[in-house]
């Protein structure tokens, strides 16, 4: 690790460890409320600890679906919100592990670990905490495939080596596996000038990335055809900041990337289509893969080859019946670009999802 990267670290862990005391002291918009939240994952959070609830620092919602009895893993868990949200739904016969670097966070975290235990009715604790680096997990001790699905929840911006951080995540994950996370981005390449203020980088802004870049690197680690489930644009509520950053946008957006060997780099077509059979708790009527796949229970759904692979070599596979195989190419899938994949409305405005297409 360079001496530069160190910095880094210390001045994001002394930022979440001792700047900040909850979520009222960040200056933009990027924790979510539970405005909004869909019904059921309301008594999810609200049997969280209050204090673990005060200390969440995250952009988004980073809990997919058909979770029951998986394997999770979570990079940057903070205090530990997603982990104890995550642990209800993967149930006693799932797990959840968090990783953090920040002593304070995880302080909290362990505090409250058999308060959650006891909450969640549990004979044992289904969750664990490791103090490390998400840029280094090869230091911890998981093993390759180690894990079904990877989350994380406004942190990997705050990583001053954010290759590293999904390489890393592809060699835990199962094949077939995901790595579903939230997080910030800019519709630009950020100035190194402004990578060095440590409050913008504290707030997760001047080390968001480039969508486009993020979206390279995605593929450079081994997740061919990210998939943007939704997004929204951040406000910036306070005068100096925003003058600080000029013109440049930013957007908490939900990533979702499989680890399957077979996807291609762009969506083909082979002329196949799945038909949604339901049975996804809480998602019986609709499943939506990502903001452009919005399956309905019943229906023909035509998909590229990509979206096949990712519905039928994943956990999602005992819910669909798949239409067609591999055996003709026709080209490109219809709908394909590489415009700005971002949601451009005001944020208070709920992401609309198209019936069918490809990202």
């Known amino acids: 690790m360079s001496s530069a990267q160190q910095n880094v670290k210390d001045s994001v862990k002394e930022y979440y460890g001792k700047t900040l005391s909850s979520s009222d002291d960040l200056q933009t918009d990027a924790c979510c409320t539970d405005e909004g939240l869909p019904d059921f ?25 058909a979770l029951k009895g998986m394997s999770i893993l979570d990079l940057g868990c903070g205090a530990g919100r997603d982990v104890y949200a995550l642990a209800q739904l993967v149930g006693e016969t799932g797990r959840v592990v968090g990783v953090d670097m920040t002593d304070e966070q995880l302080a909290v975290a362990r505090e409250h670990q058999q308060y959650h235990t006891d909450k969640f009715k549990f004979k044992k604790s289904n969750v664990e905490f490791h103090k490390g680096y998400i840029e280094a997990l090869d230091e911890l001790p998981f093993a390759d495939g180690s894990f079904d699905i990877i989350v994380s929840n406004c942190v990997i911006n705050l990583s001053p080596d954010k290759l590293a951080v999904l390489k890393q995540a592809k060699r835990l994950l199962k094949p077939g596996g995901e790595m579903y996370f939230s997080d910030v981005y800019a519709d630009r390449r950020i100035s190194e000038e402004l990578q060095e203020d440590e409050e913008l980088y504290g ?45 440049v946008g930013f957007w908490s957006a939900t990533y979702r990337l499989f680890a399957i060997d077979e996807l291609e780099p762009s969506c083909e077509e082979y002329g196949q289509a799945v038909i949604y059979q339901g049975g996804i708790e809480h998602h019986e009527d609709v499943f939506e893969l990502d903001g452009h796949h919005t399956i309905e229970k019943g229906k023909v759904f035509p998909v590229c080859g990509n979206t096949w692979h990712m519905l039928r070599s994943t956990r999602f596979e005992p819910y669909f019946t798949f239409i067609g195989d591999f055996s003709t190419h026709y080209g490109i899938f219809t709908g394909c670009g590489t415009d700005l994949p971002f949601d451009t409305r005001t944020a208070n405005l709920e992401t609309q999802s198209d019936s069918g297409g490809c990202c």
């Open 41 to 65: 994952l309301k008594p999810i959070l609200s049997a969280v600890h209050d204090e673990v609830l005060m200390r969440y620092y995250g952009c988004g919602l980073v809990l997919p679906e």
């Open 203 to 247: 707030e997760c802004l001047s080390g968001a990335l480039y969508w486009n870049d993020f979206e390279n690197l995605a593929r450079k680690a081994g997740f061919n055809d990210p998939r943007l489930v939704k997004s929204r644009p951040l406000q910036i509520q306070n005068e100096v900041l925003q003058k600080k950053l000029g013109s």
